[in-house]
C-alpha cells in the first residue's frame, strides 16, 4: 500500500494565506454589503507597465511565425535574459556574477521552497523569527525540522533568531552554529533592513562556520537608503558562502505572470562539490522556467523604457507606505518598517493578539492585514499591513483605523 510524507503531518495548521482567504471569505458570505479593504497578502494591484505589455505582443507574434517559434525554454533560462540581469541587477552594481550562474524560473516562491533539495537532512537551519513561512514550512517537509512544539511554536532542530523591537527586527549572530541561514532584505514581514556593513558580517560568520546564507532580495527595488545593500555579492567573499534568490513579482508586477531567478555562483562549494552543478542538475530534471514570452517580458523590465515605468510604480507603492506609516503613527500605533520596504509592520493595540487584532479589524473596519503570529512566535502581538493596494482604498483604510 502507498505511503504518504508523514513530515507534512507535522505542519500546524493550514498555511498563513489560506487562512486569512478564508476568514474572509466567511466574512464577506455574511455580510456582502460590507467593502472590504484588503492590504493583507502581498499582491500588486498596478498593471503592468506598457514596456513590458509591448514586449509580451511581440513575442506572442512571434510565437505565431514558424521562423520565429519557441518551444521549450533552455534550462537556464533565455541568453537574453540572463544577461540583461547579469549586467543590470550585478555588474553595475560593481558585483561579479555572470549570466552563466543565473537561472530563471517561475518565481522565487518556487525556488526559495526547492532549494533546500540540494541539501542533506540532517543541515540544520536558522530563520529569522518572523519570518516567510515557505522558508520553514518546505524544510518542514522534507524532514529536515524535527518535531513542533506547541508549546513554544517552534520546531525542535531549527535555529530561530528573534527579530524583535529591541534589536530593531534585525537578526543577530546566532550563537548555535546552523548549516543553512536564511536571510530576507528587505525583510518580509517586518521591512527592516541591515546595512552593507551588517551584512558582511554574516557573510564573515557563514564562510567562518561553513554554512550558507540563502538570500531572499526579493524586495530589493524598494530600498531607499544608499548604505543599504541591493544584493549579498556586494559583500566581499559572498560567492564562496551564499545563494540569493530574486522575483519579478514585486518590482515589476508578474504577480500574475510568474518569473524569478536564483543565483548560484560556480565558487560556492561544498567540499569538492559544486552546488551550481547540483542547482543545474535538478534544474534541468524538475525545471520552473518561464515561457518564452514571460522571459522577453522580463527583458524588458530592464529596457530605458523599463526602468522608468517601473521606478514609477515602485515610487508609487512607496507613497502608499508612507501614508500607512503616518496616518497609523499620527493616530497613536506604533508603527516600523515603509521606509525601504512596502511593508508597514504594526504593534496591536490594547494588548491584543494578532488574530485578535485580525478579526477586530475586519469586523470594524472591514480591513484585512496578516496576523504577525503566522510568520513565527515573535510576531505574536504585531501585524503587517501591505502598500500594494491602490492609493485610494489605502488611504480609506488609514481613515478607517485612525477611527477605531
Not at 494591484?45 to 520565429?68: N, R, Y
Request: charged share 20%; net charge negative; with cysteine.
Amino acid at each position: 500500500m502507498f505511503k504518504i510524507n508523514e513530515n507534512y503531518l507535522k505542519l500546524p495548521g493550514s498555511y498563513l494565506f489560506s487562512t486569512i482567504g478564508k476568514k474572509v471569505a466567511a466574512y464577506t458570505a455574511a455580510h456582502p454589503e460590507k467593502n472590504i479593504i484588503r492590504l493583507g497578502i502581498g499582491d500588486v494591484t498596478q498593471p503592468l507597465a506598457p514596456a513590458i505589455i509591448d514586449a509580451m505582443h511581440k513575442a506572442v507574434d512571434e510565437m505565431g511565425v514558424k521562423e520565429t517559434f519557441h518551444g521549450y525554454a533552455p534550462d537556464l533560462g533565455y541568453e537574453f535574459l540572463r544577461a540583461a540581469i547579469a549586467k543590470n541587477d550585478y555588474a553595475d552594481r560593481g558585483c561579479d556574477i555572470s549570466a552563466d550562474e543565473i537561472f530563471v524560473s517561475d518565481g522565487a516562491k518556487c525556488d526559495s521552497g526547492n532549494i533546500q533539495e540540494i541539501f542533506s537532512l540532517d543541515n540544520r537551519i536558522a530563520v529569522c523569527d518572523p519570518v516567510y513561512p515557505v522558508y520553514v514550512d518546505t524544510n518542514v517537509m522534507a524532514g529536515r525540522t524535527g518535531n513542533y512544539n506547541p508549546q513554544t511554536e517552534q520546531f525542535e532542530n531549527v535555529i530561530y533568531m528573534p527579530c524583535v523591537a529591541e534589536n530593531n527586527f534585525a537578526p543577530e549572530l546566532p550563537k548555535e552554529t546552523p548549516d543553512i541561514i536564511y536571510l530576507c532584505f528587505p525583510n518580509n514581514p517586518t521591512g527592516s533592513t541591515i546595512t552593507k556593513a551588517q551584512l558582511q558580517e554574516w557573510v564573515d560568520f557563514a564562510n567562518k562556520v561553513g554554512a550558507v546564507i540563502i538570500y531572499d532580495a526579493a524586495y530589493e527595488a524598494y530600498i531607499s537608503e544608499e548604505d543599504v545593500p541591493h544584493t549579498i555579492y556586494e559583500c566581499e567573499g559572498a560567492r564562496t558562502c551564499a545563494i540569493e534568490l530574486k522575483s519579478f513579482s514585486k518590482n515589476a508586477g508578474f504577480t500574475g505572470t510568474r518569473l524569478g531567478y536564483t543565483v548560484v555562483p560556480k565558487d560556492l562549494k561544498c567540499k569538492d562539490v559544486s552546488l551550481h552543478s547540483l542547482w543545474a542538475r535538478r534544474h534541468g530534471t524538475k525545471y520552473n522556467g518561464a515561457p518564452y514570452i514571460i522571459q522577453r517580458a522580463g527583458e524588458a523590465v530592464y529596457s530605458d523604457e523599463g526602468k522608468v515605468q517601473l521606478k514609477a510604480q515602485v515610487a508609487y507603492y512607496m507613497n502608499n507606505a508612507k501614508v500607512i506609516y503616518e496616518g497609523l503613527k499620527s493616530a497613536g500605533y506604533t508603527v516600523s518598517g515603509g521606509v525601504n520596504a512596502p511593508y508597514i509592520w504594526l504593534k496591536t493595540p490594547d494588548k491584543m493578539t494578532s488574530w485578535e487584532f485580525f478579526d477586530y479589524l475586519l469586523e470594524k473596519a472591514n480591513v484585512v492585514g496578516t496576523p504577525g503570529s503566522g510568520f513565527g512566535p515573535h510576531g505574536e502581538g504585531y501585524f503587517r499591513l501591505t502598500a500594494f493596494g491602490t492609493y485610494e482604498n489605502t488611504v480609506a483604510a488609514v481613515e478607517r483605523m485612525k477611527a477605531l
